[in-house]
């Protein structure tokens, strides 16, 4: 928001909607005590904050926050909103942990997809590899947690050459390239819902095995993820690979043709360029502030 000034305004009479810029990585990085885990300092904090700007301004009070919005990527960002019920029920929260039955409403909430960037940007991430590149069936490595990766890796791993999953990968295989080399690539939910392989696996031209519950994919407002995904449900992880040897070659590279036209929505750039994962996010909460009316 800050170098791309043109959805800015500091006047407030201008305003469509209002952001609440709380972090939640700050206060967990800063206020929570990792001994004593008070997860009460969460409810402090975000109340007090809510309490102050609608003592301060009038525009909280004027619509009881349904034309403010909150951002967060933490696993806590959820819960982080728990605790001011105008804020739960009003506000429009931007949440990568997207899990409806955490009352993730997709009517006035957004989905935001997770994306690790681990130096900070997304250089180096990007660049698939052609078709004939892709030789490995499916792939996945990641630990173990939450309540279906134990079936996935009872079923899969080191069980079929086709299906490669790991719970660590063996020394000198590089967790990228395998993507880049992966016909498509398992994105299964972990503790929470989302999952950095999703991006990651767009960005590696790989498509993406979706395999989670109560998700809400990012703006699905306007991609259509059965086009350029498969999702397996979680009882038919068994089957994984019958699934996946059914698509048709040509389907294959309808759905490998279609993640590479969505990359450029998954990119993360800075100053931000048209159509990458900023110029979605603000449509999206746009729409969601249409539904609101004094
Ligand atoms: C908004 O409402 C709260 C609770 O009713 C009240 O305490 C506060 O003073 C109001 N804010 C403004 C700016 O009037
Ligand atoms: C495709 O595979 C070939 C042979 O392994 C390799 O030399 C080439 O760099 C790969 N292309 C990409 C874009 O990864
Ligand atoms: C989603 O929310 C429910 C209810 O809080 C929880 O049981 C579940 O573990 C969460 N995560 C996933 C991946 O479903």
Redesign the pocket.
Known sequence: METNTKFRTSNPDETHVYFLSFSVVMIIEHLFHPVIRDKAVLERTVSYYVRIISHKYLYWNRSLGADHFMLSCHDWGPRATWYVRQLYYNSIRVLCNANTSEHFNPKKDASFPEINLKTGEITGLT????P??HTVLTFFAGKMHGKLRPTLFQHWMGKDEDVQVYETLPQGISYHEMM?KSRYCICPSGHEVASPRIAEAIYADCVPVLISQHYIFPFSDVLDWDSFTVQVPVTEIPDLKNILEAIPEDQYSRMQERVKQVQRHFLVNNPPERYDVFNMIIPSIWLRRLNVRF
């Open positions: 660049g698939g590899s052609p004939s590149n880049k």
